[in-house]
């Protein structure tokens, strides 16, 4: 009898210990993927789980998720609502984990003190775990939308003395090279570079001419000898462009937003310019000056990419797990001065001076977290409607386009078989 409940108390240890690693699994995969609201339910339903034998994963993830959150509540506002229910049905331990957690425990208070009133079946902030004496500003460096309409958080530099400084010798061996970003200039500063890896002399870079709205993309080699693409009469200020530049073996080429612009037959790549420094927005050249505008989702490949290619991901959040991708800075969120690599690889990107995150007009619905997600859920509920009326083929599409928003979405791909099987028979 003993042996028995020995086993039965190991096999719900083993069993809580999975469900905790499983639910914390997906809260990061939803996570890294912009699935906001699922990362929300997930992250929450693991800590659920913890009986104080649990590590501090769990809430390291769920503040990043929080202060998320909480950049989107002018689009999403039942966001707030989802983690201020979630949070006050948690049982004793993880409270007190969260009260541990002063960074954590400020943000969730914030919730407490915007938005409006809560659904009337949730508990007031009054009777929670939580103080009521919680600031009412965010804690830096989120900015809260202030916009209408849907919104997306990018980088803002001004000019003076903001950028961004990359990790260093982190692209020296590619050749083949793909670099893209969405770019909005307030201004035309002298000589702004919207990227710059190498050193004075010896790098590859985009920006633009003078004082003028003409685009360079120039890589100067070894020998300091500058090749260069450019486009003249394309770009103005105040409008977002998708820009990409791309070289190696088969020439240096220019596209703005997914139209090619200009080509150079020099086939040279960032091993060219290897062991300098890295900036976006800021030149190695000392005389010139800094970029002033706005940057978002920073894209760089370890190959070069077709205008097709360019043209089908540009408006669209990428889930960091794409073939050749080596660094993906969305620039929509940071943890103090830092700015994590949403590709595996882990490049930390370093805000210097007043480089900052703040909320705009979204430039693409996709673009927003939790949008594509969105599009796949409906195209998954489509699917599985036409599957029971046994309408497999239109079972078949819906599964597939839901799998096009969302790589691996739920159980799409196995059902998409499963009903292209009985729509064969």
Known sequence: MKRCFVFLAAVIFLCSAVTYADLYKDAKAAFDKGDLKTAIEKIFESARTDDGSKGS????????????????????????????????DLPGIPTTRIEGRPSLKQVIDVLRQVGGPLHSSMPSSSTSAFSSQAPTTLPTPLTAPSVAGPAMNVLYLDGT??????PPNIFDRLTNVTVEAWVKWERFNNWAHVFDFGREKNAILIQNEETSSTLHFTIYDRKEKGRRVKAEKVITAGTWYHIAAVCGYGGMAL????????????DGGLDEVAGGKNYVGRSNWPKDDLFQGYIAEFRVWDRRRSASEIASTMNRLLTGQEPGLVAYWRFNYAEGSNVQDSSPNGHTAALVGDARIVAVPAIARHLIPGELGKDAEELYQAGATALKKQDYAAAVEAFQKALTFVIGYKDAQVLAGQAQKLADE
Not at 62 to 74: D, G, I
Not at 161 to 166: E, M
């Open 57 to 88: 994963e769990v809430y390291e993830l769920m503040e990043k998720v929080v202060r998320l959150a909480t950049t989107y509540l002018s689009t999403n506002p039942e966001y707030r609502e989802i983690i201020l229910s979630k949070t006050n």
């Open 255 to 266: 596209y703005v937003n997914g139209q090619f612009v200009d080509s150079d037959k020099y």
């Open 161 to 166: 003395g903001a950028y961004v400084q990359l």
